[in-house]
């Protein structure tokens, strides 16, 4: 793909993302002229840089579609379901040749529009008007509604406004207004369909008008996502290199420097000092660049849940919070089939029938939430509904059932809901289209603690379920709190830390396990070394963790806190740990995984040294 067509695509595919995001506000508020006015926009911009990238499929269907909405501005037809879905119908053809066109598929080889499209475009457009637009009408009412970046326009042979395309791909201020009169809009339409090249059509306006002023400064441009990632490793690791040198040089002041020496050191500290401020400053620069709304994410729902809630006769409102708490590009990218999994769950099981939901006091129409915020150095994303809840006796039951659980586990109602994440589990007798095939949420549990997250279920029976996930805003850099162990060096994501105590030389017990008092509750303390498998030692230090169900896990030694760059494990699956980091002395860290330490360390083999 040429880097024309590619830039086309990648703000065409904005531009389709929004128009879905519009449609679905007018379908609430009909008589929204702004919306309707940007959606025609919308159509209107993608029709004309399809136009100048000859993708004649894309052409038609935004040009009926223009049609359709110059048509429902100026009051012809009114805002139908009709309308709606042959919007939505249209943007998701649109927005398929986009992304057909972004994975490579040649301009030539893209489908036409098909005969279903048209047809129902159509019948929008006639709609219930007296006298449907015509498409010069449409043609001539789109120019008197963009105001003096537009004018009368007349199509050429084939067909298509060429004056109307090209004004649409070049950058605002960039064209004069083009006079009103007919003759000289033909004459210019006829010019830049004879010259498809920029420079003959800017030519052939200039002849037609005043000269072009000065283009418009950009304040963006476009960088490749692996340019971006490269960079962001070489800030990390010049980061890294800053924090050795600065302890190696800490090291050195503790020997006596005289005369010119003594200069050479200070001056040596002062430029380390300086290379130090200097690269944190670009690792933080280089990671804003990787931080989006997570808005961009959840705008591509409502579409989603408006059509599975149609297919399954469910009256369903979904409710976006949040929509402008940022995150790393990575996890937005990542989440998308997570989330899909969790909206298409809540709907089919959580979401009563509108009988089920009418035998009841709560509101015929079901609401699904989608909200993100962000909480310390984490960013969290929750999906809650109205629905029925969940059932722990009926869900150990079914996983019992299928021999996915032993009978003395899940016997709390936290560790029952965990039995949604196993992989074949599902409490639907008979697969649908939309669920009951086992599959599902254990993808969602491993997508989210593969981005070092963690991710919780709440759930009342009979007045719905909350699932909550926790990711760290900056995948990169990770806030962690350093310990050792029976001698090894292990570092804990900050965000589940409440605070460190001392340890005794005994502890109480509550069935046989070690448990110790803090702040008047009795807290179940676990060894580290343990856990993990390590050799005895003697455990010191405990570290109070912020779980659904806190405690207090035992390490030999806390050696302070600091921001690592973490590296993912790839060859190796170590239980419990998901990364790797250098410490400010270069020593290798391991980092425990969010997660792991989120559901209590959960392992067979825990100890306590003596």
């Not at 128009?19 to 009909?30: G, I, Q, T, Y």
């Not at 490749?224 to 090291?251: H, P, T, Y």
């Not at 936290?414 to 697969?431: H, I, N, R, W």
């Not at 790797?580 to 425990?592: F, K, N, Q």
């Amino acid at each position: 793909m040429d880097d024309m067509l590619k830039e086309f695509v990648v703000e065409a595919l904005d531009l389709a993302t929004n128009v879905e995001e519009h449609l679905l506000s007018l379908e609430r508020r009909p008589d929204d002229s702004d919306t309707l006015n940007a959606l025609f926009r919308s159509f209107h911009t993608i029709k004309g840089g399809a136009g100048f990238m000859n993708l004649p499929a894309i052409v038609s269907a935004c040009h009926l579609t223009e049609n359709l909405f110059d048509a429902l501005r100026t009051g012809q037809v009114p805002v139908t379901p009709t309308a709606i879905e042959a919007g939505l119908q249209a943007s998701g053809f649109v927005g398929d040749q986009l992304r057909n066109l972004a994975n490579g598929a040649s301009p030539d080889a893209l489908p036409a529009m098909p005969a279903e499209l048209e047809d129902i475009l159509t019948q929008a457009i006639e709609g219930n008007a007296a006298t449907p637009a015509a498409p010069a009408k449409a043609e001539a009412a789109a120019a008197a509604g963009e105001g003096t970046a537009a004018a009368s326009t007349v199509a050429t042979s084939d067909g298509l406004d060429w004056e109307a395309l090209y004004r649409a791909v070049v950058p605002a201020g960039t064209l004069p207004d083009v006079p009103a009169a007919p003759a000289a809009a033909a004459a210019v339409a006829v010019a830049v369909a004879a010259a498809p090249a920029p420079a003959s059509a800017v030519k052939a306006i200039e002849e037609g008008a005043r000269p072009i002023t000065a283009q418009v400064k950009e304040d963006t441009i476009r960088i490749d996502a692996v340019k971006l990632d490269a960079l962001l490793e070489v800030a990390g690791e010049s980061v890294q290199a800053a924090n050795q040198a600065a302890v190696l040089l800490e090291k050195l002041l503790q020997f006596k420097f005289d005369g010119q020496a003594a200069v050479l050191m200070s001056t040596l500290q002062e430029t380390l000092n300086r290379a130090s401020r200097y690269s944190t400053e670009l690792q933080r620069a280089t990671l804003s660049t990787r931080m989006q709304p997570v808005g961009r994410l959840f705008q591509k729902f409502p579409r989603l849940v408006r059509e599975l809630a149609r297919d399954l006769g469910k009256n369903v409102e979904l409710v976006i919070e949040g929509a402008e708490t940022e995150v790393d590009r990575v996890v937005v990218d990542s989440l998308y089939d997570p989330l899909v999994h969790m909206l298409r769950n809540a709907l089919d099981h959580g979401i009563e029938t509108a009988d089920e939901r009418a035998s009841t006091t709560k509101s015929p129409k079901a609401t699904i939430l989608l909200k993100a915020w962000q909480e310390g150095s984490s960013v969290m994303i929750e999906v809650s509904d109205d629905g029925k809840g969940m059932d722990p006796d009926k869900l150990r039951a079914k996983a019992l059932a299928k021999g996915l659980i032993s009978d003395n586990a899940a016997q709390t109602a936290e560790e029952a809901f965990q039995l949604v994440f196993l992989p074949g589990f599902s409490t639907k007798e008979v697969a649908s289209s939309v669920s009951g095939r086992g599959v599902g949420m254990d993808v969602v549990k491993t997508a989210v603690e593969k981005h070092r997250g963690a991710i919780r279920i709440d759930s009342v029976l009979g007045e719905g379920t909350r699932f909550t996930i926790r990711l760290p805003i900056e995948l990169s850099i990770v806030p962690t709190m350093l310990v050792r162990t029976a001698g090894a060096a292990l570092a804990m994501p900050m965000a589940v830390v409440q605070r460190v105590v001392e340890l005794p030389e005994s502890f109480d017990e509550v069935g046989g396990a070690p448990v110790l008092r803090d702040q008047g509750r009795p807290l179940a303390v676990r060894s580290l070394a343990g856990i993990l498998g390590y050799e005895a030692c003697r455990e010191k230090v405990g570290i109070v963790i912020a779980a659904p169900q806190p405690y207090i896990l035992a390490v030999e030694a806390v050696d302070g806190t600091a921001d690592l760059v973490i590296k993912p494990l790839t060859a190796i699956a170590v239980n419990g740990i998901n990364g790797t980091a250098r410490s400010a002395e270069g020593e290798l860290v391991l980092v425990i995984s969010l997660a792991f330490l989120l559901d209590g360390c959960k392992t067979t083999n825990m100890r306590l040294a003596a």
